[in-house]
Structure formats: C-alpha cells, structure tokens
C-alpha cells in the first residue's frame, strides 16, 4: 500500500525498483500475533481511493482528509493499539 501524490492511497507491488534500487528499508513490528495483521491490511485496503496530502495535520485516528505515507501506516497499526511510534520493530 502507498500514498502518494500522484494517486492518493493505491496498491503497488513492491518490485525491485522500489525497493533495492531505493534504498528501502522494511520493519516489522514484533510481538503481534497474525489476527492484527490482518485487522491492518484489511483497514489499509478500505483507504484505497483517499486523498493524498503530503503533511498530514493531524495524527488523529478519525481525521477524514487526505494522508501520507507515515500516517497511513501508522494509522493502521493503531487500529488494533498498536502504536508504531514507540513499538519494538525488526529491521530487514
């Protein structure tokens, strides 16, 4: 999942462009159990189609608006209380 300005929160496969030759980084959160998981790719798919605003103004949980990235995944996450900002993650 991406938000970006081009096309707002949309599906994208994670080729090898957007990854390797970015420079990307993955993290997973750790101590979640796969129940979550999929709480929070089921709420990240149900954005699909939303605006996109490139400083989100608010890290509330109903703003309406438009998003960015960090938001997005953060705001998945604290749909099961996960808070991401301060969750032990692994680094791949």
């Known amino acids: 999942m991406e938000a970006n300005g081009g096309?707002?929160?949309h599906e994208y496969e994670l080729d090898s462009h957007r990854f390797f030759d970015r420079g990307t980084t993955?993290?997973?959160?750790k101590n979640t159990d796969q129940?979550?998981?999929?709480?929070?790719?089921s709420w990240l798919y149900s954005q699909i189609g939303r605006k996109?605003?490139?400083v989100s103004p608010t890290w509330e949980l109903n703003?309406?608006?438009g998003i960015n990235c960090s938001t997005l995944v953060w705001a998945?996450?604290?749909q099961v209380g996960i808070n991401i900002i301060n969750a032990p993650v692994s680094i791949t």
Request: proline share 0%; net charge positive; no cysteine.
């Open 7 to 9: 096309f707002g929160v």
């Open 26 to 29: 993955l993290f997973s959160v």
């Open 35 to 41: 129940t979550k998981i999929d709480k929070v790719v």
């Open 52 to 54: 996109y605003n490139a």
């Open 63 to 65: 703003y309406s608006g």
């Open 76 to 78: 998945a996450y604290m």
